[in-house]
């Protein structure tokens, strides 16, 4: 193991910049969503918190942040990838885990090495979830809809039968929330919404299927019960992927819970690709 002077010292604002390089040369190696490393999203997870990093000759190789989630402390980290296997992801572990009470470790793009570090140290995986890709340049199938069903694009008057449609569709799903319309509509729109890509399925007068979308991002794709395995979520889909490469986009990702076996099957057959694994661990 080559030897190499570290500097630890505390994070502020000021090193944002030296933290989204870092978090840049992550991505490029580990995959993960191109979001997970811009500046915004930085710094919500290592500004607003206690944040310390590792500095050689004036370069940031190691950053880790803890901060409040409610009752529990929230923790996350980045090693470089020229500069691991020396240490520094032990060492970051042992900052942010010393925290008093519970912890929960968060990461992005978890590395095989990360995962038994992880469990080494006393923690359990709750939660999981793979993220794909797709190159919209790439033809999408003629998959059509089925011909007993319409579908109308996200609207005030439609915002009724979308949340039907995603209540319906994912009751049965582990861990389900049971939001409110008003609870999952403030999950779901933001300035990155859109409305024009996300449709929603009727078999008559009833809601039996929904996508809803963002930009580069499917968010979420249902059926209900009665309507699964009969192709209208793989046509939803393509229909969106095809608004969405009109309006523009060059690719689209999205992520599925690694406890969702059929949807993973679904996008993989639409040509997605599985690039990360996003977790939790506490």
Same mark, same amino acid.
């Given at each position: 193991m080559v030897t190499i002077d570290l500097e630890w010292a505390a994070l502020s604002a000021t090193d944002l910049p030296a933290i989204t390089g870092l978090a840049g040369r992550c991505a490029a190696h580990d995959g993960g969503l191109p979001a997970t490393a811009s500046p915004s999203f930085l710094e919500r997870r290592y500004i607003t918190g206690i944040a310390v990093g590792a500095f050689t000759d004036g370069?940031?190789? !190691?950053?880790? =942040?803890v901060r409040q989630a409610g009752e529990t402390s929230a923790a996350t980290g980045l090693v470089d990838p020229d500069h691991r296997g020396r240490g520094l992801g032990s060492g970051l572990l042992d900052r942010l885990a010393a925290e008093p009470g519970k912890v929960r470790l968060e990461t992005e793009s978890l590395t095989p090495q990360a995962h038994e570090l992880f469990l080494a140290r006393g923690f359990r995986q709750t939660f999981a979830e793979d993220v794909f890709r797709r190159d919209l340049a790439r033809p999408l199938p003629d998959v059509p809809m089925p011909a007993q069903v319409t579908v109308e694009e996200w609207s005030p008057l439609t915002e009724g039968a979308f949340?039907?449609?995603?209540? !319906?569709?994912? =009751?049965?799903?582990?861990?389900?929330p049971g939001w409110t319309r008003e609870q999952w509509v403030d999950w779901l729109v933001d300035d990155g919404f859109l409305p024009g890509c996300s449709l929603v399925a009727f078999e008559g007068d009833?809601?039996?299927g929904?996508?809803?979308?963002?930009?580069e991002f499917l968010v979420q794709v249902g059926a209900v019960p009665g309507w699964r395995r009969r192709g209208l979520a793989r046509a939803l889909a393509v229909a969106a992927l095809g608004r969405m490469r009109e309006g523009g986009a060059g690719q689209v990702f999205l992520d599925v819970n690694v406890n969702n076996p059929a949807s993973a099957a679904l996008f993989g057959g639409l040509g997605f690709e599985k690039i990360a694994r996003r977790a939790r661990y506490e």
């Open positions: 370069r940031l190789v !190691a950053c880790g =942040a949340h039907q449609a995603y209540s !319906a569709s994912f =009751a049965d799903r582990p861990g389900f009833v809601a039996v929904f996508v809803t979308c963002a930009d």
